[in-house]
């Protein structure tokens, strides 16, 4: 891996962004409505044709930055990948239900209808499901995580999301009593996964075999720095100019989203930092192994909450949320790694 970068001024103030999307994209909708009209007819298979496009932008970057030959590395540190997959795998995607689920038909019961309930529990569950692939990578760098050790991270969470995603996700929805059509899940993978990943692979190959490794990081990849920010941007003004009159009835849902995701990154992050503190690893392995269950891989969850619920649906409004809160928070937990340093010394 070359030498890795902080935030950018996108990613910076992706937040920012994120609310100016959301602004434009439901003034587009309640003000321009033949845009959305024009644009939800290009549909194959409940997928939208122009968000499909927009989301391989979104991850096929992403998925460059992943050098699978790292996987040889696996052993060097076991313990610290068992506190990753573990926490990732066994803990996260369930913990977000309960406290998704606590939340919504509990606490906000009087401010949620329960049919919205199962919705914006469904969005959660998707974001539950899917840890943080790309976006680590910065985390790590920002809290001086080790980099070999993070790539052999990313590497493997992204063969596991391969199978262990859509059971999961069909598993938590289905005792909802939320309906997945699996064809439609398993395209998703294929879809948002399989596809960008295995494209990924091969223009990696291609290149470092044709250019060598150090071209491949330090020309190659720059090209794409922007691409997946304007990807997402582009993205959400195009949900949220469906989802317009869901959020202007509904102000304060985005609020009461937020909560439960926010507590939910907070919670995974403490339990993986604080078990890897327990099994006496580095600081630089910590880090990482915590801030990659911590953050998630929204840009899958949006893509297969679209795919399975629909553009308009609350289910992608939720998961939309989750990027709204996801750099603000993870920064937060950066600052707190960093503080925390000593106690790993």
């Not at 033949?34 to 391989?56: C, H, K, M, N, R």
């Not at 078990?275 to 990482?288: E, R």
Request: positive net charge; proline residues 5%.
């Amino acid at each position: 891996m070359s030498e890795q970068k902080g935030l950018g001024f996108f990613e910076k103030y992706l937040t920012v962004w994120v609310v100016l999307c959301m602004a434009a994209g439901v003034l587009i909708g309640l003000w321009l409505p033949g845009i959305t009209e024009f644009l939800g007819q290009f549909e194959y298979a409940s997928v939208s044709v122009p968000v499909a496009i927009l989301i391989w932008l979104m991850i096929y970057p992403m998925m460059l930055k992943v050098d699978f030959s790292s996987i040889v590395n696996v052993g060097k540190n076991p313990k610290g990948l068992i506190v990753t997959w573990v926490t990732n795998w066994l803990i996260k995607p369930f913990s977000m239900y309960a406290i998704a689920s606590f939340f919504f038909f509990f606490v906000f019961k009087s401010f949620i209808p329960q049919d919205l309930a199962r919705q914006y529990l469904a969005g959660a569950v998707l974001l539950g499901a899917a840890p943080c692939t790309a976006m680590v990578f910065v985390w790590s760098y920002l809290t001086k995580g080790d980099p070999a050790y993070t790539l052999v991270q990313v590497a493997t969470n992204d063969l596991i999301i391969l199978i262990a995603f859509a059971p999961i996700v069909a598993f938590l929805l289905g005792i909802s009593d939320i309906s997945v059509p699996w064809m439609t899940l398993f395209l998703s993978v294929v879809l948002f996964v399989v596809i960008p990943l295995t494209g990924a692979y091969l223009t990696r190959l291609y290149i470092t075999r044709r250019k060598g490794t150090d071209y491949f990081e330090n020309k190659f990849l720059p090209k794409f720095d922007n691409v997946t920010v304007i990807g997402l941007l582009l993205t959400l003004i195009l949900i949220f100019s469906f989802q317009g009159e869901v959020i202007i009835n509904n102000p304060i849902h985005i609020i009461l989203i937020a909560i439960p995701l926010s507590i939910q990154t907070f919670l995974i992050f403490f339990i993986a930092y604080g078990w890897a503190k327990m099994w006496h690893l580095p600081h630089n392995v910590a880090a990482p192994a915590a801030m990659i269950g911590a953050s998630n891989f929204f840009e899958l969850s949006v893509a297969v909450a679209i795919s399975l619920f629909g553009l308009k649906s609350p289910a992608a409004l939720a998961t939309i949320v989750g990027v709204l809160v996801e750099v603000p928070v993870m920064l937060t937990l950066v600052n707190i790694a960093n503080k925390t340093k000593r106690w790993f010394e």
